[in-house]
Nanobody
Framework: VQLQASGGGSVQAGGSLRLSCEAF??????????MGWFRQDPGKEREFVAG????????HYADSVKGRFTISRDNAKLTVDLQMNRLTHEDTAVYYC???????????????????WGDGTLVTVSS
């Protein structure tokens, strides 16, 4: 399974960006998977942002992004998108998408639960 993230860039505070993560590979049985978005600043630990159970669309969010970010999955395109609104300087980070090969709703915030990771995409928010 391979994950390809895209959509990062620079934006002013208050603006919006949409990240997309495309999943592909013969072993990608999406209905069993949990998909997540994480972010990381240099020198800091990787931080959970949002996650979704592909089977039923149940979503989870970090408190810091709740009400501003929306995660969604597209069954036809095999993508998981992260719509980010009302961005602040504190949202600046490298964003990573990740996939776990099972339902991990109870531990969805733990990076160690995810098997596959995409390359990061940089989001820079200027104040």
């Amino acid at each position: 399974v391979q994950l390809q993230a895209s959509g990062g860039g620079s934006v002013q505070a208050g603006g919006s960006l949409r990240l997309s993560c495309e999943a592909f590979g013969r072993r990608f049985n999406r209905y069993r998977y949990t998909m997540g978005w994480f972010r990381q600043d240099p020198g800091k630990e990787r931080e959970f942002v949002a996650g979704v159970l592909w089977s039923d669309g149940t979503t989870h969010y970090a408190d810091s992004v709740k009400g501003r970010f929306t995660i969604s999955r597209d069954n036809a395109k095999l993508t998981v998108d992260l719509q980010m609104n009302r961005l602040t300087h504190e949202d600046t980070a490298v964003y990573y998408c990740a996939a776990a090969t099972k339902n991990i709703s109870g531990t969805i915030r733990r990076p160690s639960e995810y098997t596959y990771w995409g390359d990061g995409t940089l989001v820079t928010v200027s104040s």
